[in-house]
């Protein structure tokens, strides 16, 4: 069923909010996916962070002007699904990637980020872009060793000193 003016409307201003949040797109061909697929994806979408949404490349041209995401205009071609990471970068390229695995109908044909696209082949690199949580503890244990250094430089002695009375006690028992 076509759209009448307003909806397109619509679905342009809500895809250009969507677009100037999103960290990341993906977009991936669909074709050959049955309902119930497209239905099991679009709930893991929903439970991970990834606002996904069937759309004209036109609508979708219109969407992401002005964004980070005007890039991808020259690249939109046949049916596509897409897929914006709302929460982290790599969000979109993880569903998308993970839910290929199972269905090699759905293939990524486009990722953009950060101003920058490339093509489909590139979906492992965003896929492998740690979550927040992982960033930080990647973040805090960076920060953490030369404490933990300086701890061990300071002990080290006390240990050594140890160490040498325990080896003369030994020697005298023995």
């Given amino acids: 069923m076509p759209l009448n003016l307003d909806q397109k409307k619509e679905l342009v201003a809500e895809l250009a909010e969507v677009a100037a949040k999103a960290h990341s797109l993906v977009a991936a061909q669909y074709s ?10 679009r709930n893991k979408a929903r439970t991970s962070g990834v606002f996904l949404k069937v759309a004209k490349n ?12 005007a890039c991808v205009k020259d690249v939109l071609t046949g049916p596509m699904i897409y897929a914006f ?17 199972g269905n090699d109908k759905l293939q990524a044909r486009v990722v953009a980020i950060s101003g920058q696209v490339f093509p489909g082949s590139h979906i492992d ?7 927040r949580d992982q960033a930080l503890s990647m973040m805090l244990s960076v920060m953490k060793a030369p ?6 430089t300071l002990i080290e002695p006390a240990a050594m000193v140890t160490r040498a009375v325990k080896a003369v006690a030994d020697q005298k028992s023995a």
């Fill in 32 to 41: 050959g996916l049955t309902v119930s697929q497209l239905t099991q994806l």
């Fill in 125 to 131: 690199r965003l896929a492998a872009l740690p979550t």
């Fill in 147 to 152: 404490i933990e250094k300086l701890v061990r």
């Fill in 58 to 69: 036109t609508l979708v041209r219109r969407a992401v002007e002005g964004t980070d995401f």
């Fill in 85 to 101: 990471s709302t929460e982290d970068p790599g969000a979109a390229g993880r569903l998308i990637k993970e839910f290929s695995k």
